[in-house]
C-alpha cells in the first residue's frame, strides 16, 4: 500500500477523474454507501476518501503539509478558496465536463454592459471571485450552490458570476458572457510543504500522460 493520500472529486467530475485514474493503473471502485474510494492492492495510494471540491483547499491548508495529500479540482476553486498561496497546482489535466478545453468562469447577463452600483444584484458561484476578478465594488453579490443561468433570467438578479464550458445553456436561456474571469482548467493540487511533493509531481505526469491515450 503506498502512502499518498489522494482526494478524489464527487460530482461532475468523479467519472471522468476515475476514468483518468484506471487509464493510469490505479482503478478504482466507488461504493456510494462508503466515503472512499476503494483502491487495488499495491496501490500507490493510501486511501481516497470521495469529496466536494469546493472542500479540497480547506483542508489541504488545514493539513499544513503533514501529510502527502493531494487533489483533482477545477483552478476556480483553488482561486476561490483564499488558501492559493498554501497550494501548488502541479499539473493541469483535460478534463472539462463535456469536453476537452477548461471552463471559463464569466460574468453573464441579458446584454454585454457591465454596471456596478449598490441596486445591482448579482447571483455567484463563488465566495471570492466576485469582489475581486469580477470588479464588484458596490453590488449586492449573494452566493448559490448553482443555477446560477436561472437566477438571472427569471429570478431578479442582473448578473452572475458561473461556469462557461460550450455557452450553449447559456444562448439557450437568451443571455451573453459579459467578461471573461479566468480560465479553470482540471487541476492536481498538493501543499506547498508537502513531504511527499516528488512523488507526488511524479504521478502528476503520470495522470497527464493517461490523459493523452485515446478512449
Known sequence: MGEIIFLKPNGSLEASSSVLLARAGEPVVIDDRSPMAIIRPGSIFSMMPVMRPK???????????????????????????????????????????????????????????????????????????????AGFREAQIDVFDGSIEALVTCCGYDYGIDVVETGKSLREAGLVVVKRLLVSPTVLVAHRNSPMMTEIRRLGEKLLEASKKKK
Not at 487533489?71 to 493541469?92: K, P, Q, R, T, W
Not at 478534463?95 to 456596478?116: E, M, Q
Open 55 to 133: 472542500n479540497m483547499p480547506k483542508l489541504i491548508a488545514a493539513d499544513g503539509g503533514r501529510n502527502p495529500i493531494c487533489a483533482m479540482l477545477g483552478y476556480d476553486l483553488v482561486v476561490d478558496s483564499g488558501f492559493f498561496n498554501d497550494l501548488e497546482v502541479v499539473v493541469e489535466l483535460p478534463l472539462a465536463k463535456r469536453t476537452r478545453k477548461p471552463i471559463t468562469v464569466s460574468i453573464i447577463g441579458k446584454d454585454r454592459k457591465f454596471v456596478d452600483k449598490p441596486e445591482i444584484k448579482v447571483a455567484s458561484l463563488y465566495e471570492n471571485i466576485g469582489r475581486g476578478d
